[in-house]
């Protein structure tokens, strides 16, 4: 079993930043590909960033490529995203995930671990 608890969800401004963390325990976190989803109001859960077991791989979203980096600390056993000039329309609850996998996984039906979610709202 892998636990992950995320973090770092707020309420800010268009164009502002953010920085999630999700942090893991229970088995070996370097084995797993991290991803982060996101799910809007009345909307499906939707694919945001993934990263390789050991970061050296990453895939994004066209929504937000440029806008957000995924970077992973296997010592602290955390996975980050960073979003920069956050937009209304990237308000939703995040969510981290893994998947036993060296590679990047953007499918969601793949992962096998999920966290609870942290709410990002984005003003205009």
């Known amino acids: 079993q892998v636990q992950l608890v995320e973090s770092g969800g707020g309420l800010v401004q268009a164009g502002g930043s953010l920085r999630l963390s999700c942090a893991a325990s229970?088995?070996?976190?370097?084995?797993?590909?991290m991803g982060w989803f996101r799910q809007a109001p009345w909307k499906e859960r939707e694919f945001v960033a993934t990263?390789?077991?050991?970061?050296?791989?990453?895939y994004y979203a066209d929504s937000v490529k440029g806008r957000f980096t995924i970077s992973r600390d296997n010592a602290k056993n955390t996975v980050y995203l960073q979003m920069n000039s956050l937009k209304p329309e990237d308000t939703a609850v995040y969510y981290c995930?893994?998947?036993?996998?060296?590679?990047?996984?953007?499918?969601?039906?793949?992962?096998?671990?999920w966290g609870q979610g942290t709410q990002v709202t984005v003003s205009s």
């Open positions: 995930a893994a998947v036993f996998s060296r590679t990047v996984v953007a499918e969601g039906g793949e992962y096998d671990y």
């Open positions: 229970g088995r070996t976190f370097s084995n797993y590909a």
């Open positions: 990263i390789s077991w050991s970061g050296g791989s990453t």
